[in-house]
């Protein structure tokens, strides 16, 4: 039998796992914090760890994984401590929406439409109770 070797010493870090996108900054309760974009090799075990197949349990551990695969080292301490404080409120539905804003800005995709954000615009004058004037066509 033949065994096939392989290696990815012919390649660097930076054409190996090549990030997508920018890192993003967040202020979270007062901290700034810089979420580093994912590489390839992350988005798929993410991608895969959140299958159908996948149990509720390892959808959240793959979620809180993906988390801090993005985070510095202090960063990573930061959350885990806010985690495990009884008394912080911070938890997985904070992740999850931490997690979609970051998806939105590496995707430049927002699942929100522009006018979700924004209040509607008032005139800054009277309306015109006037009728339309109508041009005139010429033959």
């Known amino acids: 039998m033949t065994i096939k070797s392989f290696t990815t010493s012919g390649k660097s870090v930076e054409q190996n796992e090549a990030p997508i996108g920018q890192p993003v ?9 810089i979420f580093l974009p994912p590489t390839t090799g992350q988005w798929a075990v993410t991608m895969a760890g959140g299958s159908d197949t ?17 985070l510095e080292a202090d960063d990573v301490s930061y959350f885990k401590h806010r985690l495990f404080d009884r008394e912080d409120p911070f938890d997985v539905d904070n992740i999850a929406e931490i997690i ?19 209040p509607s615009q008032r ?6 109770t ?3 004037q109508h041009m005139a066509s010429t033959p």
């Open 54 to 70: 996948s149990s509720p349990a390892d959808m959240v551990a793959t979620q809180i994984n993906f988390f801090f695969s993005m």
């Open 25 to 33: 900054k967040v202020d979270m309760d007062g901290r700034e914090v």
């Open 130 to 132: 006037a009728a339309r």
């Open 100 to 118: 979609e804003h970051l998806l939105e800005e590496w995707s430049a995709r927002p699942t929100k439409q522009p006018s979700d954000f924004l």
């Open 123 to 128: 005139s800054a004058g009277k309306r015109s």
